[in-house]
């Protein structure tokens, strides 16, 4: 490869939110098509691609470099149009300060102009070390003063910009058709000459070809709520704002060779190392004198003892027999979990369950693979016995594949934000904060979007989107295999057609964000250690600017928190039965003692009125239910499995029913084919293979 000419410093991407159309696989694409060694990411005011951005740079040979655009607040008049400078990482300190700079923008930036994150100058220097500056060009206060006339004042500024950041502030200059740039660009080299501040050139890239422009055009105006052929709205961006070839960028700026060798030696020192897949756990407070693995086995025996007291009979003849594999299986679980060096996740889990479950907040008994574990139910993080029901812990963790333990932890919908209070104030709110998602252009939304912006009729965009079936993952090139009216009346109309080709062009294109329904992490230091934060503009609903996937690889453990609807109802029901309870002079009822085989359940369980109930709701499940006729707890456990897919639509629906009913022969696994040795783990699925559990166990057989 010979040496570079030019590395693009200002790209906008599709998480820019605000304006920008490049897609993060073909940034880096693009810049390995071009021979370019390095490309920068600087979205407005975010780091919400940084971790997406640096894996796929390094993943293709290319390197990352890694910033953002920010606005500076105009000290003159704060409510006036804000200035744009652009900060690339340049040290492994610069990234913490970038990361902090972002978060203030949101959390103290958001009282100046309506729907816009800002930052003071002062912040910016009080949080320059480690960063490379770019001033912004014509949009910067520095390009601004000169477009003004105000040489001096451009000079002034110039100098405070380079004594934030000595030897790492550049003079921007771009060429991409808009008015004043050329103007800029004099000031700029006459201010280099005078001052000895360097120059750079960018392309402000908003997109990868030209021919995307009417594209991003679409995508600005439906951010900001206007039509293409509007006449009031602002024209930003030119056609121009493509990701130039590096002969092309040569070309354009062959008057200033320097602005171009300068792109290259900002690339080279532009040094990051974001530590991916390292987990960082809080610190759970442990008794002076113990090590946390010491206290973890104690946290646990106590526990087991605790339950064992209700489980088990100590009068029984067998009461040792039956309280042993008890204890095997919790030092089976408690040696791999420290081996595995989780102890840590377990007890801040338990911590939080118990203080909702001591202060009112009904918790659920535990669900997914986190229930085959023994130390959870000693822990009492959850309530199912896996001994009983055969669990099996190494669904949850295995130590052949290393990955973070993950509880679905169920709270009452209405008490589930004192939870989440409480672990805030325990750990502090600087290291506290829910998990950021990204809502993008769907098929039937996109297409409302689109003609909207196009200025078409209300009634085309609404017949249009309503012939788009309304399934999960729908696409636009799924709706038009499958559906003929769609594709008769997309082919008899010119307008459609126009909507529909843009709408290709923007669908999956993120669009804005949103709040993770239960995650969240819970940092060992302030999470701007590790990623950035955005709230709104109140200051609430604070979230990492990396989803639920970055927000792990760079190091922070997700919990969930899941909001159930059905605790609340129960928890409603209780308060009802009890007061009655309490009239009568009844003991309280307690909803973890209750009677599992209770048969005035069954029977009405039998009658499908299950309107309200998690999970056996709908009328396909209502109608499994007449069919199965459950009649012990079993029963239920295997509805929720068998109304899937893949169970219905096989036959093991079918063979599950008679064999349960005594219309077919009972077998391990099939008449044709009889294992004996099987019967102990098919027997309670009527000799259907139905759980995981099941293929694990009859593995080991």
């Not at 696989?25 to 971790?51: H, I, R, S, Y």
Request: charge should be negative.
């Amino acid at each position: 490869m010979t040496d570079p000419k030019f590395v693009h410093l200002r790209v906008h991407s599709e998480f820019s939110l605000v304006d920008g159309l490049v897609r993060i696989k073909e940034l880096v694409k693009a810049a390995g098509a071009a021979n370019m060694p390095a490309v920068a990411l600087t979205d407005q005011t975010n780091l919400f691609a940084l971790v997406k951005f640096y894996k796929a740079a390094l993943g293709a040979g290319v390197k990352p470099i890694c910033g953002t655009d920010l606005l500076v607040v105009n000290p003159e008049t704060p409510d006036a149009d804000p200035y744009r400078l652009t900060l690339l990482v340049n040290t492994g300190q610069g990234y913490r300060n970038l990361m902090e700079l972002v978060s203030l923008a949101y959390s103290d930036g958001q009282n100046y102009i309506v729907d816009q994150a800002l930052v003071e100058k002062q912040w910016v220097a009080d949080k320059a070390e480690g960063l490379i500056s770019l001033s912004g060009a014509k949009d910067g206060d520095i390009g601004a003063a000169l477009l003004a006339g105000k040489t001096d004042q451009a000079e002034q500024l110039l100098a405070q910009w380079m004594e934030i950041f000595p030897g790492r502030f550049y003079l921007e200059l771009q060429r991409t058709g808009r008015s004043g740039e050329e103007s800029v660009i004099h000031g700029s080299v006459e201010l280099a000459h005078k001052t000895g501040c360097p120059l750079v050139a960018t392309n402000d890239v908003m997109f990868i070809q030209g021919s995307d422009f009417e594209a991003h055009e679409t995508r600005v105006c439906i951010n900001q709520g206007r039509t293409l052929d509007d006449p009031s709205r602002p024209r930003d961006y030119s056609d121009q704002q493509y990701f130039r070839s590096q002969d092309e960028m040569v070309e354009l700026f062959a008057d200033i060779p320097s602005a171009l060798q300068n792109t290259v030696e900002i690339a080279k020192r532009c040094n990051i190392d974001i530590e991916l897949g390292t987990y960082y756990l809080p610190k759970y407070p442990i008794p002076d004198g113990m090590l946390m693995d010491d206290y973890f086995r104690k946290v646990s025996f106590d526990g087991l003892e605790e339950r064992l007291e209700i489980l088990l009979d100590k009068d029984d003849p067998d009461y040792a027999a039956k309280r042993q594999p008890y204890i095997d299986r919790l030092n089976f679980e408690l040696d791999i979990i420290i081996q595995m060096g989780f102890p840590g996740y377990f007890l801040i889990v338990m911590d939080f369950i118990m203080w909702g479950k001591e202060n009112g907040v009904p918790v659920g008994p535990g669900r997914g693979s986190g229930a085959g574990s023994l130390v959870a139910y000693a822990q009492k993080i959850t309530d199912l016995d896996p001994l009983e029901y055969d669990l099996l812990f190494e669904r949850f963790l295995n130590p052949e594949r290393v990955s973070m333990p993950d509880f679905d932890i169920d709270f009452c919908m209405d008490n589930r934000d004192k939870v989440i209070d409480y672990v805030a104030n325990t750990y502090g709110r600087d290291a506290v904060s829910q998990i950021v998602t990204f809502g993008t252009m769907a098929a039937k939304a996109v297409v409302r979007d689109v003609a909207r912006v196009q200025g078409k009729p209300f009634g085309m965009a609404d017949k249009l989107s309503k012939l788009i079936p309304f399934e999960v993952g729908m696409t636009l090139n799924k709706a038009w295999d499958q559906e003929e009216l769609l594709r008769d009346f997309v082919n008899g109309s010119e307008e459609v057609q126009e909507i529909m080709e843009m709408a290709y062009k923007l669908e999956g294109v993120t669009r804005g964000v949103g709040k993770h329904a239960g995650g969240v992490v819970i940092a060992p230091t302030k999470l701007t250690d590790f990623a950035a934060t955005y709230c709104d503009s109140e200051g609430k609903g604070l979230v990492t600017q990396f989803d639920k996937n970055d927000v792990e690889e760079a190091g922070l453990v997700k919990f969930d928190f899941l909001g159930l609807r059905t605790l609340t109802i129960i928890d409603w029901a209780l308060q009802t039965i009890n007061r009655e309870r309490r009239k009568a002079g009844e003991e309280d009822l307690d909803i973890a003692l209750i009677d599992l085989e209770d048969k005035t359940t069954f029977d009405l369980l039998q009658s499908a009125e299950t309107t309200a109930v998690f999970q056996l709701e709908s009328n396909g499940m209502k109608d499994l239910v007449r069919r199965l006729l459950p009649s012990r707890f079993e029963d239920i456990v295997a509805l929720v499995a068998l109304f899937r897919p893949g169970p219905l639509q096989s036959g093991m629906v079918d063979d599950f029913i008679n064999r349960k009913h005594g219309r077919a022969e009972m077998a391990w696994p099939h008449p044709d084919y009889q294992l004996d040795s099987l019967q102990p783990v098919l027997e309670p699925t009527y000799g259907i293979i139905l759980y995981q559990e099941q293929v694990m166990q009859i593995a080991q057989e």
